[in-house]
């Protein structure tokens, strides 16, 4: 019986082999799986920021409204400032707003990249596993 020095321990360390490159390709896969939640927790953060900005502008804006609408029965300029300021809370909590919806609505797929690259592990191990059984058997 001779030994191939190709397959030095046989089938056992075949397996070994496969088994260690399994772990190191799941390990891959976690790795990037980290990134990817990663770049989504700070995508959330800052809509989270963004969306507190334009609460508060806009409550900013309620307010001044209020007390412009009591101001108009003042005398003076007073009810044009305040509601010129309003007009401003009430513009920059808007675009606050839409910059948010617009970050959400082209945000990818949470973990997209990494369950494309673990279905083509899974392609790979599938043609691999069967090119494997149609060997003769």
């Not at 790795?31 to 334009?54: I, P």
């Not at 007073?78 to 609505?105: C, D, F, K």
Request: net charge negative.
């Amino acid at each position: 019986m001779t030994v191939d020095p190709q397959h030095p321990g046989g089938q056992g360390s075949s397996l070994r082999a496969l088994l260690i490159q399994v772990l190191s390709l799941f390990a891959t896969r976690g790795e990037l799986a980290v990134l990817e939640l990663a770049d989504a927790r700070d995508r959330v953060l800052r809509w989270l920021a963004f969306g507190m900005l334009a609460a508060i502008l806009l409550l900013a804006a309620l307010l001044t409204f209020s007390i412009w609408v009591a101001a108009l029965f003042w005398e003076g300029p007073r009810g044009l400032a305040l509601g010129l300021l309003a007009l401003v809370y009430l513009l920059g909590g808007g675009i606050l707003l839409g910059v948010i919806a617009r970050e959400v609505a082209k945000a990818p797929v949470l973990l997209a990249q990494t369950r494309a690259e673990l279905e083509k592990d899974h392609e790979a191990l599938r043609a691999h596993l069967g090119g494997a059984d149609d060997g003769p058997g």
